[in-house]
């Protein structure tokens, strides 16, 4: 029969049915496709955050091997939820730190990774790795001479997340979208010949709200006043649909941000002193030449090297030699200013980045350092220790342009302290960077 020959009103109904039909079918494609590509992107940045803060944070910890270190990685790590099981590895390719049962990924695949990546799902887990990388900072005359170094891998981690809550919550999405969907269609079915009436501006405005939310806008409400109460409650649903997507993606947006707000600090602080590492380090040093580039804001940078703290870890253990630093970084953060930066950058290393002061400033802060570290009483296991400090400092007053300039020359002033005798502070001098025997060692 052609569509010509059909009464007004059947060809009112079909005008209202088939709008309404496609429009049920498009919002929920769209709210099931979009759903599977949220839940799919949840697990892998969710996966990728951990593995991706993870590696920094167990720099130390490889390195060392300090099994206080590994075991609060391994606690941190069980404290996140939906890990279902992680492995550390050191540069060799042995495991040492394990939580759970890895059931995916192997030590192969994990050693081939360059950077933070997802490996595979199988049997309702998810597996990640990620290289741990250590870009480490020349201390003595002869890496001095040259660029730093690009980082190396020094060991793994490899991390499983459990995707059988994901799965489950994706199911509930499905059933909940799908019985809605059938519902809204059923309805506008019942309600058809009443909205054969008021099929104008109502639906125009359904229509452009579709394809609003179509080109990403979830947020997309239907304003004004339908002409009859059975499409003002099809608006009505629409809009609380379109709430509800809105709303779920901003809960899965949050949960994200959730996790990575989590792993963060330990992405940008050392974990055993809690101060600043090298990457808090390198980036509020460069924030502070671009001030100084800016506004001519005027700073100093300091390299503080414990002297004899070799002997402190070969008598009284690394446990010793933990307690030691947590004491320095500790005493250093007492007698310096609240504006300034204190860093752990090494093993015994350690920087500041001083703020709005002169030369004479930067030179009375590390002095007074250098009697506070000298005059420490360290007692372990009724043994007391002695230590000394060993500062060499820079001035960011534009004389300098990189980052890499600054560092070297104050990474040069303190060699240079070690090299004339230690336990004290001096200034990088311009026409310091003459060729020197190797300093003593520690």
């Not at 090297?305 to 500790?330: E, Q, S």
Request: hydrophobic share 45%; proline share 4%; net charge neutral.
């Amino acid at each position: 029969m052609s569509i010509d020959r059909l009464s007004l009103r059947t060809r009112l109904l079909l005008t209202v049915l088939l709008p309404v039909l496609l429009l049920s079918a498009a919002l929920t494609g769209m709210s099931l496709f979009r759903g599977a590509r949220m839940a799919k992107r949840e697990i892998a940045e969710h996966g990728l955050a951990i593995v991706s803060f993870l590696a920094p944070a167990a720099e130390y910890s490889v390195i060392s091997g300090s099994r206080g270190s590994l075991d609060g990685l391994v606690l941190a790590l069980k404290a996140q939820p939906d890990v279902a099981a992680a492995v550390l590895y050191d540069r060799h390719g042995d495991e040492i730190a394990r939580l759970g049962e890895p059931a995916v990924g192997g030590n192969t695949s994990t050693r081939r990774v360059s950077e933070a990546v997802r490996l595979r799902r199988e049997g309702g887990r998810v597996a990640f790795a990620a290289p741990v990388m250590s870009m480490p900072l020349p201390v003595d005359e002869l890496a001095a001479g040259h660029a730093l170094l690009a980082p190396l891998p020094v060991g793994w981690v490899y991390v499983e997340l459990d995707t059988r809550a994901y799965d489950a919550r994706w199911r509930t999405t499905v059933l909940t979208t799908v019985g809605f969907a059938a519902g809204a269609m059923v309805l506008a079915m019942m309600l058809a010949i009443h909205l054969a009436n008021v099929v104008g501006a109502p639906v125009a405005r359904l229509v452009e709200a579709v394809r609003r939310m179509a080109r990403g806008e979830l947020g997309v409400q239907v304003s004004g006043r339908a002409g009859s109460e059975e499409l003002q409650a099809l608006e009505d649903g629409f809009n609380s649909m379109a709430r509800a997507i809105a709303n779920a993606h901003k809960t899965l947006q949050a949960r994200i941000e959730q996790a990575t707000a989590r792993l963060a600090p330990q992405a940008l602080h050392d974990p055993l002193t809690a101060l600043p590492n090298r990457r808090a380090f390198e980036r509020a040093l460069e924030e502070l030449l671009a001030a100084s580039r800016r506004a001519g804001d005027h700073g100093a940078l300091c390299f503080l090297d414990l002297d004899h703290f070799k002997p402190v870890n070969d008598t009284g253990g690394h446990a010793a030699g933990d307690a030691l630093l947590r004491v320095v970084a500790d005493l250093i953060r007492q007698r310096v200013r609240s504006e300034d930066t204190v860093c752990r950058i090494g093993g015994d290393e350690f920087a500041l980045i001083l703020r709005g002061c002169t030369q004479a400033d930067a030179g009375r802060i590390a002095d007074d350092l250098c009697v506070a570290v000298r005059d420490l009483r360290f007692e372990w296991e009724g043994r007391e220790y002695r230590i000394g400090a060993s500062i060499g400092f820079a001035m960011i007053d534009g004389s300098m342009t990189s980052v890499a300039e600054i560092v070297r020359a104050a990474d040069h002033a303190c060699y240079t302290v070690k090299r004339e005798g230690r336990g004290r502070a001096r200034a990088y001098r311009p026409g310091d960077f003459d060729a020197m025997p190797s300093a003593p060692g520690d």
